[in-house]
């Protein structure tokens, strides 16, 4: 099975095929990733319209690079899976647009893949994890806990009730001058930054409520900052090393209350594994806390790598490997239409602003 995946949610226009021949491992034939950073960098953030736009200029030449890349005709493709939802809806509408019409030319059927789904099922294509398992999604626009039990089978046990944690990195270098992206500035910065300099609060810590929440210690950043100014490269350096700080502790105290409900929830799984998902999967002080935590309560921690962790087209057809191979591909995709806003989980209700001032929001 060869599956050609599209994935335009973002600020990312991806495109990948890959392949399972049913005896051995899946393959990455061909994972094309061209990053709009550049053009939303002047703004501090991405720039929907211009997105979109983006998508619309780049999209023919990275898909067929990626069949080039792959080695396969468009006639070897045996489906076209798409990222029709959450997210930016004008990326969404180009790049499902666009599968549809290559399904509709090329008599080939169409697979409307959530973007959730396809973090979800990553570690199936990098690690051949079985399930059930937990991810642990960081992103610019998302920030839950999903318990992963089957394609098609997700239950969200933690989100975020006001900001997505990339974007807290990112607001947090926006107020201290740092440049966008945020995130790997802040880390770069808190370097060489006291950690414990300023006593940030850990937000949710301790609470019987699963969720995370990140505004107040965005607030709690720019009145240290406010206090302080103007702030010298040490002064920022150190307020970045405290917020990580408070950061990894606070995500760890909700992982590690997540990690404990696993193993009542499914005391017969052996190897349980968490997995993490999403740009701030890069951060290495979060990285540390979360291996720590599972080394401790006994799971393994898989961090697919990077680049298959940030936004990508390769797991979006591993999704529509996923649903294909399980039989509950959508019989009417082409009538599919975008999804601004998609839970994975239909079941959990909506959170009061989760992740609603995110990209993908
Ligand atoms: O998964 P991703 O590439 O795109 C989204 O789906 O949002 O994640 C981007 C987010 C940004 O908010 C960025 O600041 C954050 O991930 N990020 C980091 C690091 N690298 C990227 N946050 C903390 N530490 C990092 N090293
Ligand atoms: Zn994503």
Redesign the pocket.
């Known amino acids: 099975m060869r599956v050609l995946g599209i994935e335009t949610?973002?600020?990312?226009t991806a495109a990948s095929v890959v392949a399972l021949d049913g005896t051995s491992a899946p393959e990455i034939l061909s994972n094309i990733v061209l990053s709009q950073i550049e053009e939303h960098a002047a703004f501090g953030g991405v720039v929907p319209e211009i997105a979109a736009r983006a998508h619309v200029e780049a999209l023919d030449g990275i898909i067929e690079a990626a069949l080039a890349d792959s080695g396969a005709k468009l006639a070897d493709i045996d489906a076209i899976a798409a990222t029709a939802g959450p997210g930016l809806v004008g990326g969404l509408i180009v790049g499902l647009m666009t599968a549809k019409a290559i399904a509709a030319a090329a008599h080939k059927p169409l697979i409307a893949i959530n973007h959730l789904e396809g973090h979800a099922l990553t570690a199936r294509l990098t690690d051949g994890l079985d399930f059930p398992y937990l991810l642990l999604l960081?992103?610019?626009?998302?920030t839950q806990i999903v318990a992963v039990r089957g394609v098609g089978d997700y239950q969200r046990w933690a989100t975020t009730i006001d900001d997505?944690?990339?974007?807290a990195?990112?607001k947090t270098?926006k107020m201290l001058g740092l440049p966008?992206?945020?995130?790997?500035?802040?880390?770069k910065a808190a370097a060489s930054g006291y950690a414990t300099r300023f006593a940030f609060p850990r937000p949710m810590k301790g609470s019987a409520q699963p969720d995370f929440s990140f505004s107040g210690l965005k607030t709690a950043v720019r009145q240290a900052a406010t206090a302080i100014a103007p702030l010298s490269d040490q002064d920022v350096a150190d307020i970045c090393a405290s917020f990580?700080a408070a950061v990894a502790d606070a995500l760890g105290d909700r992982v590690s209350r997540t990690l404990t409900r696993f193993r009542l929830e499914f005391p017969g799984k052996a190897g349980p594994a968490l997995v993490v998902?999403?740009?701030?999967?890069?951060?290495?002080t979060?990285k540390a806390t979360l291996e720590a935590l599972c080394a401790e309560a006994g799971f393994a921690f898989v961090a697919p790598p990077l680049k298959l962790?940030?936004?990508n087209a390769a797991m979006i057809a591993w999704a529509g490997i996923e649903r294909l191979r399980a039989g509950i591909a959508q019989e009417n995709a082409a009538d599919f239409v975008p999804r601004s806003r998609w839970p994975l989980d239909s079941v959990s209700a909506p959170m009061v602003g989760s992740g609603r001032r995110?990209?993908?929001a």
């Open positions: 949610s973002c600020d990312e960081v992103s610019g626009g998302h997505a944690l990339g974007e990195f990112d270098a966008y992206p945020g995130g790997p500035n802040v880390e990580q998902a999403g740009g701030v999967a890069a951060n290495r979060i962790c940030t936004d995110g990209a993908k």
